[in-house]
C-alpha cells in the first residue's frame, strides 16, 4: 500500500470516528429530559434511566476492549450500532404502552440499558482510535477534542429537541409524547450502520493479547489506575451538572419549582452542551501547543471556583435566559459546559500515554469506569431531596478536587 492510500484511509477512518463520536452524546442525553417524564408518574425514577445507561459500561467495557483485539474496530462499531437500534426500537415499545403501568417503565429501563452497551462500545472503539490515528500526545489528545466538537453538538440538540416535543411537565405527560424523536433516532442508526458497513476504515494494528494478562498489564501502571477514578468522577460530573440543573428548572412551580417547563429547561440545559462544543472546538485548535495536564488543571480550578460562587450566591440574584426570569447563579453553572468540555479528552489522553500494546485493554478499563456517569448523578439527585438541587452540587466540587490532584501529580507517567 502506497503513503497516499494510507494517508487516505487514516482520513476516512478518522471522519467516521468523528461521526460516530457524535452518536454516543445523542443517546446518552436523551436519558435526563425523558427522566423529568417518568419522575411525574415515579418520584424516585428521575435519573434511574440515566444510571441504566450508564450501568451497561459496568459490564462491557472490558469485553468490548477484547472485541476489538478479536474482531478490529469497524466490525466493533457495527456491533454497537446494531445494538442501539434495538435499544432505541425497546424504548420506542415503551412508548406506546400504558404510562401508568410500571411495565412501560421497565421496558423503557431495558432499552435504556441495551443502549448503554451501544455507547459502551462506541467509546471504547472511537477514543483509542483517534488518539492512535493521531500518533498519541498532543496530536492525538487534538483529534479526541475535534471529535468531541460534534459530540458536544449533538448534545446541544437532543435536550432542546426532546424539551421542545414535551412542553409543559405535567401528570399526563408521557413518553409517547418524544415518540418522533425516538424514530429519528431508530433512523439514524440504521443509516450509520450502512455507512460505516461500506466505508472502507484503515485501521490501526491492534495485538493479539490475553485478556486477563492485557487487563493486567494496564493495570501496572500507576497513572491509568488513578485516571480511571478520575473518568468515573469526570462523567459523573458532565451529566450530574446539567441534568440537575433540568430537575432544578423544570419542577412545577406550585411544587416550588422555578420555571415548569420541560422546553425552556431543556433550552438552558442544551446552552451548557452548547459551550461544550465551543470549549471543544476551541481546544481542537489549542491543543497542539497547551499539554493536556496544562489544560485540566486550568479547567478544574475554574469550574470549583464557578460552582462554589453559584452555590453561595442568593436565590433573589435574577437574571433573563431564554426569555425566562431565572437565578443568576443557573448562568455560573452552564459556564461550566466550557470547563468541563475538554475533561475527557485530556484524562483519557493521560491516563494512557505510554502504554503501548496495553491501550486496548486500557480502554476497556477506562469504558468501565464511565459507570460513574448514572452512579454520581444518582446521588447528587438522591442528596438534592435531602439538602436542595443547588446544596447537592458540593458533590461535584468534591469530584473536580479530584481531578484537580490528577491533574497536578496522579497523572505523572509511573509503572507501580
Not at 173 to 185: G, K, M, Y
Not at 293 to 314: G, N, W
Request: charged share 10%; aromatic share 10%.
Amino acid at each position: 500500500m502506497t503513503q497516499t492510500q494510507k494517508k487516505n484511509g487514516a482520513i476516512v477512518a478518522i471522519i467516521a470516528m468523528m461521526f460516530l463520536f457524535a452518536m454516543i452524546s445523542f443517546v446518552t442525553n436523551m436519558a435526563a429530559p425523558f427522566g423529568t417524564i417518568w419522575k411525574q408518574q415515579y418520584e424516585w425514577a428521575g435519573m434511574v434511566g440515566n444510571l441504566m445507561n450508564f450501568a451497561a459500561y459496568l459490564f462491557m467495557g472490558i469485553p468490548a476492549g477484547v472485541m476489538i483485539t478479536k474482531i478490529g474496530y469497524k466490525k466493533t462499531a457495527l456491533v454497537a450500532l446494531a445494538l442501539g437500534f434495538i435499544g432505541i426500537a425497546v424504548q420506542y415499545c415503551s412508548s406506546n404502552m400504558d404510562a401508568n403501568a410500571i411495565s412501560a417503565y421497565v421496558v423503557y429501563l431495558l432499552g435504556a440499558f441495551i443502549c448503554g452497551f451501544c455507547v459502551c462500545i462506541l467509546n471504547t472503539v472511537v477514543n483509542p482510535m483517534l488518539n492512535l490515528l493521531g500518533g498519541g500526545g498532543n496530536r492525538g489528545n487534538q483529534l479526541i477534542q475535534t471529535g468531541g466538537s460534534l459530540n458536544s453538538l449533538a448534545a446541544t440538540l437532543t435536550p432542546m429537541l426532546a424539551g421542545a416535543m414535551i412542553g409543559e411537565i405535567t401528570k399526563e405527560t408521557s413518553l409517547s409524547d418524544v415518540a418522533p424523536l425516538l424514530l429519528i433516532a431508530l433512523a439514524i442508526f440504521a443509516a450509520s450502520f450502512v455507512i460505516i458497513y461500506f466505508t472502507k476504515i484503515e485501521e490501526p494494528e491492534t495485538e493479539k493479547s490475553n485478556v486477563i494478562e492485557g487487563v493486567k498489564g494496564a493495570l501496572g501502571y500507576r497513572h491509568l489506575v488513578l485516571g480511571i477514578i478520575a473518568i468515573f468522577f469526570y462523567v459523573g460530573i458532565e451529566v450530574g451538572i446539567p441534568g440537575q440543573l433540568l430537575f432544578y428548572l423544570s419542577q412545577p412551580v406550585a411544587e416550588g419549582g422555578v420555571l415548569g417547563s420541560a422546553a425552556i429547561a431543556g433550552a438552558i440545559a442544551g446552552i451548557y452542551w452548547l459551550l461544550m462544543l465551543v470549549g471543544r472546538f476551541s481546544s481542537a485548535f489549542i491543543s497542539g501547543k497547551v499539554s493536556p495536564r496544562a489544560q485540566l488543571i486550568c479547567t478544574t480550578s475554574l469550574a470549583i471556583a464557578l460552582l462554589i460562587i453559584a452555590i453561595v450566591m442568593p436565590e433573589s440574584a435574577k437574571m433573563t435566559l431564554k426569555g425566562a426570569e431565572v437565578p443568576s447563579k443557573v448562568l455560573l453553572i452552564i459556564l461550566c459546559g466550557l470547563c468541563t468540555s475538554v475533561m475527557w479528552g485530556v484524562i483519557f489522553n493521560l491516563a494512557t500515554e505510554g502504554l503501548g500494546k496495553f491501550t486496548a485493554s486500557a480502554s476497556g478499563l477506562f469504558m468501565t469506569m464511565v459507570v460513574g456517569g448514572g452512579v454520581m448523578p444518582l446521588i447528587q439527585n438522591l442528596m438534592a431531596a435531602k439538602v436542595g438541587d443547588i446544596n447537592s452540587y458540593w458533590l461535584v466540587v468534591a469530584m473536580l478536587a479530584y481531578l484537580l490532584f490528577y491533574a497536578v501529580t496522579g497523572c505523572k507517567p509511573a509503572k507501580k
